[in-house]
């Protein structure tokens, strides 16, 4: 049988593993102000987001954008991060264990959290042009319609593919 383990159960099973009895961790709730959350991020040295359900979570997008090493559970797109180089690190859904084990490595091995920190920042910034490129795409694409129904104007092929 699976036992749950809640947020201060992890701190007292856990805490003195990873030091949550400490400054080094802190446990947060939901940020009533989007200002706190930009505050306490400046203070991070890593998100640890063990989101179950999301494909890939906003979450972990921002927090790579904002430049932090990002530990995760597997879900259906988590894997995808990693797929050209390591970006994040991932345990498997519901292992505590490994989390709190991917947590030490940040937290023991800085060339290791500042590879992923670049490797996170590489991944979005190629997603953000991708994004791009696929909203220009679809920018002609809608002008190439409203061209075709107004003007009669033909659709190009290269459109059509």
């Known amino acids: 049988m699976k036992r749950r383990i809640q947020v ?13 009895d400490s400054p080094n961790v802190s446990f947060t709730p939901f940020f009533a102000e989007q200002n706190d959350l930009f505050q306490h991020l400046q203070q991070a040295r890593f998100a640890v987001l063990p989101c179950k ?3 890939i979570s906003g979450t972990q997008l921002q927090s790579m954008r904002f430049g932090l090493p990002v530990v995760c559970y597997k879900t259906t797109g988590t894997p995808d ?18 989390l709190a084990d991917k947590m030490l490595v940040l937290m ?3 060339q ?3 590879e992923l920190r670049q490797n996170a920042l ?5 997603m953000d042009e991708r994004s791009l490129k696929n909203m220009d795409r679809l920018v002609d694409n809608f002008k190439s319609i409203i061209d075709n129904y107004y003007k009669g104007i033909d659709i190009p092929k290269e459109q059509l593919l």
């Open 108 to 110: 023991n091995n800085h």
């Open 112 to 114: 290791k959290a500042d």
């Open 122 to 126: 590489d991944y979005i910034r190629d």
């Open 8 to 20: 201060g159960q992890l701190r007292a099973e856990k805490g003195g593993q990873f030091g949550a």
């Open 53 to 55: 359900v999301d494909h």
């Open 81 to 98: 991060f990693n797929k050209e180089k390591e970006c994040v690190l991932i345990a498997e859904k519901d292992n505590v264990e490994e």
